[in-house]
C-alpha cells in the first residue's frame, strides 16, 4: 500500500511539475515584492496593501524607464550583430585555420580546413539547445500569456497576506513539529531573499562593466554584449563562460590577439569581483551552495525543464539545502551547529555553542 501510494505521489508530481513550477515563479515574485512591502511597512508606518501598491509600481517604473533607455539601442546592436553574423563566422574560422597550419598536430585537423565550417558547427550546437527550449514557449503565446498573468497574480496574493500562506502551510504539520516547519519557512523565504538580491545586484554590475570595458577595449556591439552578460549572470559557471568567451569569438575574427585576450581577460576580471565582492556581501552564508552541487543541479533542471530550469535551478537547491539542512540534520541527526541562533530560538532547540577549547 506505502508502495503504492509513493507511485502515485510521483506520477501526480510528475504531471503537475509544470504548475509547480509557475508557483515557484510566482513565490520568488511574491519574496521580491513582499521584501520591498515590508520596507514600506515597517519605516514608513504604511499600510501593507499601500506598500505593495507603492512597491509594485515603483517596480514597473524602474523597469519601463531601464528598457526605453537601453532597450532600443541594445535591440540595433543585436540586429548588427546578427545580421553580420556570417560575415564574422567567416573571418573567425579563416583566422583560426591560419593559425592552426602554423602547428604540425594541428595541420590535419578540421581546425586547418578554412572551408570545414567548425566555428559555425560550434555555434549551431550551442544555440541548438537553447533554441529548441524557447521555440515552444514562443509558439504558445496565449499559454504563455495566462501564466504569466498567473504567475503574477498568485504573487501578489502571497505578498499581499503571507502570513496567511504561512500559517496554512504550517497547519498541515503535526502540533509538535510546527516549530521546525516554522523555523524552515523562515530560512527558506531568508535564503530567498538574499539569492534575489544577491541576483539582481549581480546583473546589473556585470552587465554594466562588461559593456563599459568592452567600450573602451573598442569592440563591437559592447552594450548588445553587456546586456547578454547581464542576463545570463543567472546561470552560475556556464553564463560566466558563455559571456566571457562570446565577445572574445567576435574579436578573434580581427585577428588582434592582443585583444582577443584582452577581452578574455575583461571577463574573467569582471566575474571574479563580483564574486567577491557582491555574493560575500549581499548573499552572505544564506546561499553559500558547494559548486558541485550548484552545476548539477543546473544540468539537471535544464535537461528536464529547459530554459526555465536554468533560471530556477540555484533558488531550488537552495531551497533544498534548507530543508536537509533543518530536517535531515536537524531533526533525524540531532545537529544544529549548523542553524543560526534566531532559528534555534524559533524552534525551540536554542543552545549555546560549545567552543573549542585553545591548546
Same mark, same amino acid.
Request: glycine share 8%.
Given at each position: 500500500?506505502?508502495?503504492f501510494v509513493a507511485?502515485?505521489?510521483?506520477?501526480f508530481?510528475?504531471?503537475v511539475v509544470?504548475?509547480?513550477l509557475l508557483l515557484?515563479?510566482a513565490?520568488?515574485?511574491?519574496?521580491?515584492l513582499?521584501?520591498l512591502?515590508d520596507?514600506?511597512e515597517?519605516r514608513?508606518?504604511?499600510?501593507r496593501w499601500v506598500?505593495?501598491?507603492?512597491?509594485?509600481?515603483?517596480?514597473?517604473i524602474?523597469v519601463a524607464?531601464?528598457?526605453a533607455?537601453?532597450?532600443p539601442?541594445?535591440v540595433?546592436?543585436?540586429?548588427a550583430?546578427?545580421?553580420g553574423l556570417?560575415?564574422?563566422l567567416?573571418n573567425?574560422q579563416?583566422?583560426?585555420?591560419?593559425?592552426?597550419q602554423?602547428?604540425p598536430f594541428l595541420?590535419?585537423?578540421e581546425l586547418?580546413d578554412p572551408?570545414s565550417g567548425?566555428?559555425?558547427?560550434?555555434?549551431?550546437?550551442?544555440?541548438?539547445?537553447?533554441s529548441s527550449?524557447?521555440?515552444?514557449y514562443?509558439?504558445?503565446g !496565449?499559454? /504563455?500569456?495566462i501564466?504569466?498573468?498567473?504567475v %503574477? &497574480?498568485?504573487a =501578489?496574493y502571497?505578498? #499581499?497576506?503571507?502570513?496567511?500562506y504561512?500559517?496554512?502551510?504550517v497547519?498541515l504539520v503535526?502540533p509538535?513539529?510546527?516549530?521546525v516547519a516554522?523555523?524552515?519557512?523562515?530560512?527558506?523565504g531568508?535564503t530567498?531573499r538574499?539569492?534575489?538580491?544577491g541576483?539582481?545586484?549581480?546583473?546589473?554590475v556585470?552587465g554594466?562593466?562588461?559593456a563599459l570595458?568592452?567600450?573602451?577595449?573598442?569592440v563591437?556591439?559592447?552594450?548588445?554584449?553587456g546586456a547578454?552578460t547581464?542576463?545570463?549572470?543567472?546561470?552560475?559557471?556556464?553564463?560566466t563562460?558563455?559571456s566571457t568567451l562570446l565577445?572574445a569569438?567576435?574579436?578573434?575574427g580581427?585577428g588582434d590577439w592582443?585583444?582577443v585576450v584582452a577581452?578574455?581577460s575583461l !571577463?574573467? /576580471?569582471?566575474h571574479?569581483?563580483e564574486?567577491n %565582492? &557582491?555574493a560575500? =556581501?549581499i548573499m552572505? #552564508?544564506?546561499v553559500s551552495l558547494p559548486?558541485v552541487?550548484?552545476?548539477a543541479s543546473?544540468l539537471?533542471?535544464g535537461?528536464?525543464?529547459?530554459?526555465?530550469?536554468?533560471?530556477?535551478?540555484v533558488p531550488v537547491l537552495?531551497?533544498?539545502m534548507?530543508f536537509?539542512?533543518?530536517?535531515?540534520?536537524?531533526?533525524?541527526?540531532?545537529?544544529?551547529?549548523?542553524?543560526?541562533?534566531?532559528?534555534?530560538?524559533v524552534?525551540g532547540?536554542?543552545?549555546?555553542?560549545?567552543?573549542?577549547?585553545?591548546?
Open positions: 500500500m506505502a508502495l507511485a502515485l505521489a510521483i506520477w508530481l510528475i504531471r509544470d504548475v509547480l515557484f515563479l513565490v520568488l515574485l511574491a519574496v521580491y513582499s521584501s512591502t520596507y514600506l515597517g514608513m508606518r504604511m499600510r506598500g505593495l501598491t507603492i512597491a509594485c509600481a515603483g517596480t514597473f524602474i524607464g531601464l528598457a533607455l537601453i532597450f539601442p541594445v540595433d546592436q543585436t540586429q550583430l546578427v545580421s556570417p560575415q564574422t567567416t573567425v579563416n583566422v583560426m585555420a591560419d593559425w592552426a602554423r602547428y595541420r590535419r585537423t586547418a572551408q567548425l566555428v559555425a558547427k560550434l555555434i549551431n550546437d550551442a544555440t541548438g539547445y537553447l527550449s524557447l521555440v515552444p514562443l509558439r504558445a !496565449g499559454k /504563455l500569456f501564466e504569466g498573468v498567473s %503574477l &497574480v498568485m =501578489l502571497l505578498a #499581499r497576506a503571507p502570513a496567511l504561512r500559517d496554512g502551510v497547519s503535526a509538535r513539529r510546527r516549530a516554522v523555523g524552515v519557512l523562515d530560512d527558506a531568508a530567498l538574499a539569492w534575489l538580491t541576483q539582481i545586484l549581480a546583473m546589473f556585470l554594466s562593466l562588461t570595458g568592452l567600450l573602451v577595449l573598442g563591437p556591439y559592447w552594450l548588445a554584449f547578454f547581464g542576463l545570463v549572470a543567472v546561470v552560475p559557471f556556464f553564463g563562460i558563455v565577445p569569438l567576435f574579436v578573434v580581427t592582443v585583444k577581452v578574455i !571577463g574573467v /576580471l569582471v571574479v569581483a564574486a %565582492l &557582491v560575500p =556581501l552572505e #552564508r544564506k559548486p552541487l550548484t552545476i543546473v539537471v533542471m535537461t528536464l525543464l529547459g530554459v526555465i530550469g536554468l533560471i530556477v535551478a537552495a531551497v533544498t534548507v536537509l539542512r533543518h530536517i535531515v540534520q536537524g531533526e533525524i541527526y540531532g545537529d544544529t551547529s549548523h542553524l543560526e541562533p534566531a532559528v534555534l530560538k524552534s532547540q536554542f543552545r549555546v555553542p560549545k567552543t573549542k577549547s585553545s591548546g
